[in-house]
C-alpha cells in the first residue's frame, strides 16, 4: 500500500505570515482619534482578521504533518483546526479542478469530490445550495491546492488514477 503525503507550502505560508504582519501592524499605527465610528470598526475588523492570518501562518510553518494524505483506498484530508476527513476511492465518482479567479488572475485553486451517492442528513444550507444549484448537489467536499506543495493538475491525475479500478 503506497502512500502519497503532501505538505504545506513553507513559502507561501512565510509570504502570509509577512503580508499579514505588514497589514496589521501597519493599520495599528493609523491615528484613530479623528475617524468617524465606522473606519474605526472597519479598522479593529482588518487588525482581527489579519492577526487570525498571522496565527494561521504559523501553525503552517511550525506544522509537521502532513495535511493530506492519499492512499490506495482512500483520502485523508487535515485541517490545521479540525479533525481530519476521511473520503473513500470506492464512494467518489469524480474529481475535477475549479479555479477562482479575479480580473483574470488566479485567486485559488480547488478540486471538487463528486460523490456517486448524494447526502442524506443535509442541513438548511445544504438544502438551499441543492435548490439554488441543483447540478451541484453531489458535491460534498472541496480540498485546496493552494497551500500544499503540490501542483493541483498533478494532485487530480494521481486522484484520478485511484478511482478508474473503482469504476470499472
Do not use: W
Request: with cysteine; charged share 20%.
Amino acid at each position: 500500500m503506497k502512500e502519497h503525503h503532501f505538505y504545506s507550502s513553507k513559502i507561501k505560508s512565510l509570504i502570509l505570515l509577512i503580508i499579514s504582519c505588514v497589514f496589521t501592524f501597519g493599520i495599528s499605527y493609523i491615528d484613530f482619534k479623528d475617524e468617524n465610528l465606522f473606519i474605526i470598526v472597519m479598522l479593529c475588523l482588518g487588525i482581527t482578521l489579519f492577526s487570525f492570518g498571522i496565527l494561521y501562518s504559523i501553525l503552517l510553518l511550525v506544522r509537521t504533518e502532513p495535511l493530506l494524505t492519499v492512499t490506495d483506498k482512500q483520502i485523508i484530508v487535515y485541517n490545521v483546526l479540525r479533525k481530519p476527513t476521511f473520503i473513500r476511492f470506492d464512494e467518489v465518482a469524480l474529481f475535477f479542478i475549479v479555479d477562482m479567479r479575479h480580473y483574470g488572475i488566479k485567486t485559488s485553486s480547488y478540486i471538487c469530490v463528486i460523490m456517486k451517492q448524494p447526502k442524506e442528513n443535509t442541513n438548511v444550507i445544504d438544502k438551499v445550495s441543492s435548490t439554488v444549484f441543483p447540478h451541484l448537489k453531489g458535491i460534498r467536499y472541496s480540498i485546496q491546492t493552494d497551500m500544499l506543495n503540490v501542483k493541483a493538475k498533478v494532485l487530480l491525475e494521481l486522484l484520478n488514477s485511484r478511482i478508474r479500478p473503482y469504476n470499472l
